[in-house]
């Protein structure tokens, strides 16, 4: 058992999915697909005055984002980030309670929020996408906000600090660097 | 010098003190043994409190710790339980450290290597970096790092001269450089415009400096 946290605002979570399946596919692997609210920020704007750290936060996110959009072009993907990250909340909370096969949904919110730049914390664009998806989800909407911060909890509390992060044979993974070592463990 | 330009094909920044560096060592040297070529490396003294807060640990406990949430140690635990799993596959012990360290003297001594014996790089960085990291090393003291330049096989004759003056002009020179030209950590590579921080770009400058042969490779930590 696969397990993979995601969290459809996070371009590595988004630019994880296709050698996730790829590998998902290759081994035949079960997946249980599991939501993880991560913390996303805008590039800081250069200040008159920036301390070393102020200074670091900025150079990082600026060179974190140009190297997603590097590595989107090379899976054919045109990577534009929104002009302040979006909240996914809704749609997360509705990921922890789907039954079955949630990879529709999960397609749908990536496309939604990275093609679109939808809003995922909204009542009207989640209901859509689940229509759109098909998938089975016998929760309530109105609730899907407690059950994302249960889904948080546990996953924090099993040491999540990212996303996408893999768990595989009780160790964790965040990143999709690591896919040679968890297709190793896989394979083991 | 400018920390952009070399006549290398690739240059590489990195810091004693930085677990992700040290994991990227052995990789990296290996990289460059495939492909035959001689990289420039370079030190990038990272100021870790400035973004990172600061610890101070005895024993294994912390016992002063300044500016981390919750959520910052998470990250970092789960930083160096990450970065020792990968050097364990090397065969290598990496122990968190019980302070930050300032890595200033053991990173000039990687110039001195470049500019003194460049073909003993990878002796010096393997009689530093791993004892380093099993905390045997006081790498604040210049007599270590010059038994680790003679461990090596590299004279230190000259060291102490260069470590307070031509090695340390050097060194400051680039520190102010790394920002404002799109560098913040280590291991960072420089391959031509591009700025790639960490070992899982590896496959692609390997794709890179061999010709770009078939579809670009994704990001990877490629195991042995």
Redesign the interface.
Known sequence: MLIVYLDFKSPGAYLAMT?TLALIDRLGLEVDWKPFQT?ERDIPKLGKEE???E???R??A???R??AI??AA??GIELRFPKQPGVTNLALGVLAEIVGDPLPFIRGAFNAYWEVHANLNDLAVVHALLQESGVDYRGSLSAAHEALDVAQAQA?DA?I??APAYIIEE???????????IE?IATS | MHVLKSEAPLIIYVDVKSPYAFVAIRPTLALEAELGVQFEWRPLTLDIPSYLGSAEKKEGKVVASKGRNQRTWNAIRYSYRDARRYAERQGLMLKGTEKIWDSTIANIGILWVMQTARDRLGDYFEAVYPPFWRRELDIEDISVVEACLTAAGVDAGGFAAFESGAGRALHDELQPQFHPQGIYGVPTYVLGDDILFGREHIPYIRWRLTGQKGPAPDIAYEIA
């Open positions: 050698p913390i301390t070393v750290g200074s670091h936060r150079v990082r600026a060179s974190q140009a190297l590097k590595y090379h899976q924090e040491g600090v990212g160790q964790i993974f965040v990143g999709r660097e690591h896919l040679p070592w190793e």
